[in-house]
């Protein structure tokens, strides 16, 4: 009697914390569409269009939701990468940078490596290899930052914003010169295309949807693990909540924060691996714009847990996938997304808002996520 | 500001100015290209030393600012706006659209001040998430509204981005009237003269960026004000004790200084070129962030390191004018994407402490809860 009065009581428990847990992203979201549609009156549009050209757009085929997969793939990841971030007290604004990295050098194996072998390989061996240069890029453009971090002092905010524009840069170029197209047609700074050996296959026969979503989901599972199972999960966690404290608990903090750094960058190189291989088969310069801070609002949306964040990239997957079919319905630009998602961001970031308009109470625990330039 | 700094500010300067000369001086007599240098210099680091001075007030009265880069972004396109609308849709005249224009943009930066203060003092989000937030928000609202005003359905211009009024006019500081008779007919003397009067011949804004530098050290150093804005940034507890409003000030200081990048953002659009374009503020707003810190939160110290960020910058459009003087074994280095790197690789190199630990206010990013 008492066990099961425990295991009720329990199980409400469970479900409490996991409506109360989502309770203020969804008013966050429900706030933001509220303001959107605001904004989309005063400048002309009709919001209930726009809305139901995103949802159609999005869910309302088997293309669109294939397309919104595609698009959810590199959020995945991306979403992750600065959500482990989070977990280890680090603000990895840099997402857009390790990507762009990643994507290049995947790449750059994509299309160059059978050549300086003099022969094909079998995909078993050129794709994954792709995909794992992309990831090691994408860690050591991080790793520079957290070492930075750890030993100097030096602020991971700003380093990581100057490593994307230094990755813009040198990205640019790499391809407008040694890494460019060389085919005659060819005026764009792009790579050439990659080998047939290191493409990931679709999963389904003429829809775009390629096993780069599963993995990405597979990932998930595996951060969640790495963070709530492992040893190392814990140590990143607990330099993340108390640096001091990690410290006394005998844990090499300065190698925890590098470590976290470069995994946390390895996760966005794989997801511009990801892009190269599974979807665009090459890098043009300037795709990876705009990941960075998208990645931001998945992981603050998703509350840096690993089901959170692919739940958040799927959202904003179906928000940018429904954007082409709202625009054609409403012929309002594209644009209005990333405003739309700033508003949940604003939201989600500021739940004292929220929880102010709808009267929710605070459990009174406060999150620390970053701190100031002295931490 | 200690004098290891500013030598080391003064040595970067000289060798960046020292490059140019080198390169050039088989085309322009050396007084010539460090005059046009330093007046591209204090051109350019305006926007970065307006950023750094937001940083500065905001970051002394306790609450980090990352979200300069959205407030400057955000005014430039308000500002630019405003002065279109002024000029093509009211009929107004070319001098007070660009007035109001600057007007608007100051002000735009100002509410977004707001925004920051009424996140991070009154409801205590994390200072650099909600500084992340005005920066996203930033992107997405001047994205979405350059591309709907203009191209959208109903646009009052009809599918084409307008031509602006046009730009602030270069101040004439009469240098050269003053000195040019006691040259008596010598040319170059005269060319000289000349010279050096470019580079006090600047634009309103970059004019009041250098006075707000002095204005903004004479508030915070010598007035009561100052004082308080200090204490608060400190130990917020102690200056409550004695009855400082900690909120107020903060919210104060944090308005002041969103003021002030919105003046940097008047900058792009209003005073350097008359056009505005999605994400033009390219990380100046973050730069001046690390200016800011390599002045050790000191508005001079800022302008300081303001001026070498400007001085890079220099460097690279200067460069440009002497391309044939280049030797070819460096001609790769003329090439914008690696020149342009300077900027960025010297904020990392200042932020790791190797030419000096500086020292953030104590109570800098810590929200204050009676």
């Known amino acids: 009697m008492q066990a099961e009065k425990q295991s009720s009581s329990l199980a409400r428990q469970i479900l409490k914390s996991a409506t109360e847990s989502s309770l203020i992203p969804f008013l966050a979201i429900l706030t933001a569409v509220i303001v959107g549609g605001i904004i989309i009156s005063i400048v002309g549009g009709n919001p209930f269009q726009a809305y139901r050209g995103l949802i159609e757009g999005s869910l309302g085929s088997q293309k669109a939701l294939s397309e919104t997969a595609v698009w959810a793939t590199p959020y995945i990841f991306a979403g992750l990468a600065v959500a482990l971030a989070f977990k280890g007290g680090l603000f990895n604004i840099g997402a857009e940078g390790q990507l762009a990295l990643g994507a290049v050098f995947s790449s750059l194996i994509g299309y160059a490596l059978p050549g300086w072998l003099g022969f094909d390989l079998p995909t078993i061996i050129h794709l994954p290899l792709a995909i794992i240069v992309g990831m090691i890029a994408g860690g050591i453009w991080a790793g520079v930052v957290g070492a930075l971090k750890a030993y100097t002092g030096g602020h991971e905010v700003i380093n990581t914003i100057m490593m994307n524009y230094i990755a813009l840069n040198t990205t640019s170029f790499l391809l407008n010169g040694i890494m460019k197209d060389k085919s005659p047609t060819n005026v764009i700074a792009r790579t050439p295309m990659i080998a047939d050996s290191a493409r990931i296959p679709t999963i389904f026969e003429g829809l775009r949807v390629h096993w780069g979503f599963l993995l990405a989901l597979l990932v998930a599972f595996f951060i969640w693990w790495l963070l709530t199972k492992t040893t190392l999960g814990f140590e990143i966690r607990t330099v993340g909540l108390n640096p001091d404290a990690a410290k006394y608990a005998g844990i090499n903090v300065k190698r925890t924060i590098t470590l976290t750094m470069v995994f946390s960058g390895m996760l966005a190189g794989l997801a511009g691996a990801i892009e190269v291989t599974g979807l665009n088969f090459r890098h043009e310069l300037g795709f990876s714009i705009g990941y960075g801070f998208d990645a931001i609002a998945i992981a603050l949306l998703g509350k840096s847990h690993p089901l959170g964040v692919v739940l958040a990239a799927i959202l904003f997957a179906a928000m940018r996938n429904g954007a082409t079919r709202m625009q054609f319905i409403t012929q309002l630009p594209v644009d209005l997304i990333s405003m739309l998602q700033a508003f949940i961001l604003l939201f989600v970031a500021a739940d004292a808002i929220v929880r102010y308009i709808y009267r929710v109470k605070s459990k009174g625990e406060r999150v620390v996520l970053t701190r100031g330039w002295g931490g | ?370």
């Open chain 2, 1 to 370: 500001m200690d004098w290891k700094r500013f030598s080391f500010i003064a040595l970067v300067i000289i060798v960046l100015f020292g490059a140019v000369v080198m390169v050039g001086q088989s085309q322009q007599r050396p007084i010539l290209i460090i005059t046009s240098m330093l007046a591209t210099t204090i051109a350019v680091a305006t926007p970065l030393t307006l950023g750094a001075l937001s940083g500065v007030f905001c970051e002394r009265s306790g609450v980090v600012n990352i979200g300069i880069e959205g407030m400057m972004l955000s005014a430039a396109f308000f500002g630019w706006l405003a002065a279109i609308y002024m000029f093509h849709v009211f009929g107004f005249p070319i001098g007070i659209s660009i007035t109001v224009g600057a007007l608007f943009a100051v002000i735009t930066g100002g509410l977004m001040g707001l925004l920051l203060a009424v996140l991070s003092i009154t409801f205590n989000v994390d200072q650099i998430i909600g500084g992340t937030v005005i920066n996203i928000l930033a992107v997405g609202l001047t994205g979405f509204l350059n591309r709907q005003l203009f191209f959208g359905k109903g646009s009052v211009f009809g599918g084409q981005v307008p031509n602006s009024p046009g730009v602030l006019p270069t101040i004439h500081i009469p240098i050269r009237e003053i000195f040019a008779p006691l040259c008596s007919d010598s040319i170059i003397c005269i060319e000289n003269i000349r010279a050096i009067n470019r580079v006090f011949d600047q634009k309103p804004i970059a004019m009041g960026a250098v006075l707000l530098v002095f204005i903004a050290h004479f508030i915070l150093f010598k007035t009561r004000w100052g004082l308080r804005t200090r204490s608060v940034g400190e130990h917020p507890k102690a200056a409550d004790t004695v009855g400082i409003n900690v909120f107020k000030m903060r919210y104060a200081n944090v308005i002041i200084g969103g003021c002030l990048a919105g003046l940097a953002g008047a900058y792009f659009t209003i005073e350097s070129v008359p056009s505005f374009e999605p994400l033009l503020t390219n990380g100046r707003g973050f730069i001046s962030l690390a200016a800011m810190i390599f002045g050790n939160w000191t508005p001079i110290g800022a302008w300081a390191a303001a001026l070498v960020f400007g001085a890079s910058q220099a460097l690279q459009i200067n460069m440009q004018l002497f391309r044939e003087s280049i030797p070819p074994q460096w001609a790769f280095l003329q090439q914008s994407y690696v020149v342009g790197l300077a900027p960025y690789i010297l904020t990392m190199l200042i932020l790791t402490g190797i030419i000096g630990k500086t020292t953030p206010p104590a109570a800098d990013g810590v929200p204050y809860e009676k």
